[in-house]
């Protein structure tokens, strides 16, 4: 099997001027200090960024972040979406504060790889070097970069660029390629204005894929614009997908409305989130404990805000510690479950800790609860126990809702559930999804309503579809409650006629004087014949009141003595019959029929005869044309069935 065209990102970190720039320089011939006052200083205050080719063919893109701790923040903004990093090192002054913090950084947001570059390494002696090598193996020995390549450069001369490329090649083969059958989500880093363009942004393509003229979201601005244009590198291209560095022409959006840490994504796939659960690891190197509701500055893709912690199962974080926390934000941010952040001490500044998003969207968390905790326990532990319990919270959840949740591609949600449902586990009821637990709670639900509607209405022979619907959640579709239903009706539980549901045992028990009265009133219906008047009236006429003629006539119906036109107005089944035959006599000699025909054929009221033409049109039977109707799907038996 070949293997997909891969599409990485490689940065930079290291502390500030020990030859990052410089080198991304020597590997791609181009320039990333575009600022004059980076050109003035001599050192990256923003972002960076190149196209870089590889021997085998391969472009990828370079970001370089800056190393002074007075950027931090812009470092943070471009490190997040990198699938190789090159920590940079001066061998002339070693391991320094911001190499240490970057560190930090580059380990809590777990990125996969990574390579130690020496810089200016004609500017050392060899033994120098070799104690540099040795010292950074010490700092970085149980981290990503333990064992990791070390590549010794002089970038102002060239030596050592070639050695290094085939070492970012040998790397760049051994990363999994993001997934390109998600969502699109793309965190914006820059925002610029182009004269005759309009607004551009661009960010690396974290998931999913876009083209020209596509609908997007812009979050978390809430606004839905069209893709003008797609650029991969300068270049215009007819799709972009992850792993990509992209910048995006959007038609009639103001610049203003997508600043640095705004996410263009797929239409109604993501939203903003003020809190977050999540899984908060604190370095040991951080200053003091954590405390409940510590402000910090939380970083997050290339969004910034500040977060209240609130502390789950304990009052205190130690440095060196992990807990599960849930997170309330100052302002509205973009994320995706398992999506990895930094905290910074809210003052001073600095690293702190970091973590991963365990549910973007949860609901306020009470403290110190076994089963919220392990609840959210459940929901970091993988894709599928994300999965499953957001089935749980939804009742029942649509593909639509996973996706929005979850932020995975359509094809993965569906595997995932397939094989939860192979592990009985969930269950597909039509368009809609629902954990086992969850359906048999309401089939035992319908069955005790079902019971209840038997003990309260004895006389009628069963309970409304559209009633029983009505007991479980309002957001459970009309096919999914059906499935539902099907699966007690196949197991003999219930039984259905037309639109009554009943028990499978359950029968109508008649006493003598109730079976007097129904034979009254049969025969009151059969005398009656064309004439039989509404309800009420003929309730009336054998001293009833209609509350007390509704029970019997419910079990006439049931038994099919009567047949009941609408809400008003029934006739015997031998007077209906009779009319059903002269509709079909009348038929035969002619394509047309009025209502003042057919009552002058029947013989009966108007309002009783407009009854049974409506009630024939429902049936199909016949099909109305202004004033007139035509035979459409009359029964050709002498006696409807």
Known sequence: MSRPQQHVIIGTAGHVDHGKTVLIRALTGVETDRLKEEKKRGISIELGFAPFRLPDGTLAGVVDVPGHERFINNMLAGIGGI?????????NEGVMPQTREHLQILKLLRIPRGIIVLTKCDQAEDDLIELVEEEIREEVAGSFLDGAPCCRVAALHGEGIPELVRTI????????????????RLPVDRHFSVAGFGTVITGTLLSGRVRPDDQVDVLPADVRVRVREVQVHGRKVAEAVAGQRVALNLAGLDRNQ????????????????????AR???LPEALRPLRFRDPVHLMLGTARAVGIVALLDRDVLRPGESAIVQIHLDRPLVAHRLDRFIIRSYSPVTTIGGGLVVDPAPNRHK???????????????????FLLQKVQELACATLRELEQASGL?????????????????????????????????????????????????????GMPRAALKGVLPARLRQKAFDAVLAALLDAGELVAKEELVARADFSIEIAPELQRQLDRLERFYRQAGPQ?????????????????????????????????????????????????????????????????????????????VQALLEYWDLRKYTLRRGDVRVAWKLPKDEQEK
């Open 83 to 91: 699938d190789l990093v090159l920590l940079v090192v001066d061998v």
């Open 367 to 385: 403290r110190f609860r076994r089963e919220v905790l392990a609840a959210l326990e459940e929901l970091e532990s993988g894709e599928k126990s």
């Open 169 to 184: 090649a040998e790397e760049v083969r051994k990363i999994e390629p993001k997934p390109a059958d998600g969502p699109l």
């Open 532 to 608: 039989a008047k509404n309800h009420r009236e003929m309730a009336a006429q054998l001293g009833l009141e209609l509350e007390q003629a509704e029970p019997l006539l419910q079990l006439l119906f049931d038994q099919g003595k009567l047949v009941r036109l609408n809400a008003e107005n029934s006739l015997h089944r031998e007077t209906y019959n009779q009319a059903l035959s002269l509709l079909r006599q009348h038929f035969a000699d002619h394509e047309t029929l009025t209502l003042a025909e057919f009552r002058d054929i029947f013989g009966s009221a108007r309002k009783l």
């Open 280 to 282: 908060l690891d604190l």
């Open 409 to 461: 591609g359509r094809e993965r949600i569906e595997d995932h559930l397939r094989a939860l449902e192979e592990a009985g586990r969930v269950r597909r009821l039509a368009d809609q999804w629902a954990t086992e637990e969850t359906v048999r709670l309401w089939q035992r639900s319908l069955l005790e309503t079902v019971d209840r509607w038997h003990r309260d209405n004895p006389l009628q022979s």
């Open 258 to 277: 997508v600043p640095r840490g705004s996410v263009v994504a797929t239409p109604g796939i993501f939203a903003p989130t003020r809190r977050l659960d």
